[in-house]
Nanobody, 123 residues
């Protein structure tokens, strides 16, 4: 049984911070690139950030550069997304995905998905 579980979402004010976690069970993330994606109401799922298997390679969408940081702790089988200076346009359901054999910000390339966690940025 392969499972990814996101946590850490919630309601925050503009300018606030959240840290999202993606924990794997049933398999190890060592050989998988991990991506964070988000989907707002009426919009397609879009790439936010991704990280390679060792953590040395990362990429970010232009809209979150300088505000979000992705990291991974393979010993804990967990990937994180630190989100700072949050804006209302960051409001979405955030998903983590695991990709075997590559990495990037294209949702269709990912093999496994979590159930998502809601992030709402509002005054």
């Amino acid at each position: 049984q392969l499972q990814l579980v996101e946590s850490g979402g919630g309601l925050v004010q503009p300018g606030g911070s959240l840290r999202l976690s993606c924990a794997a069970s049933g398999f190890t993330l060592d050989y998988y690139a991990i991506g964070w994606f988000r989907q707002a109401p009426g919009k397609a799922r879009e790439g936010v950030s991704c990280i390679g298997t060792s953590g040395g390679s990362t990429d970010y969408a232009d809209s979150v550069k300088g505000r979000f940081t992705i990291s991974r702790d393979n010993a804990k089988n967990t990937v994180y997304l630190q989100m700072n200076s949050l804006k209302p346009e960051d409001t979405a359901v955030y998903y983590c995905g695991a990709e075997l054999g590559g990495w990037g910000l294209i949702p269709d390339d990912y093999d496994y998905w979590g159930q998502g966690t809601q992030v709402t940025v509002s005054s």
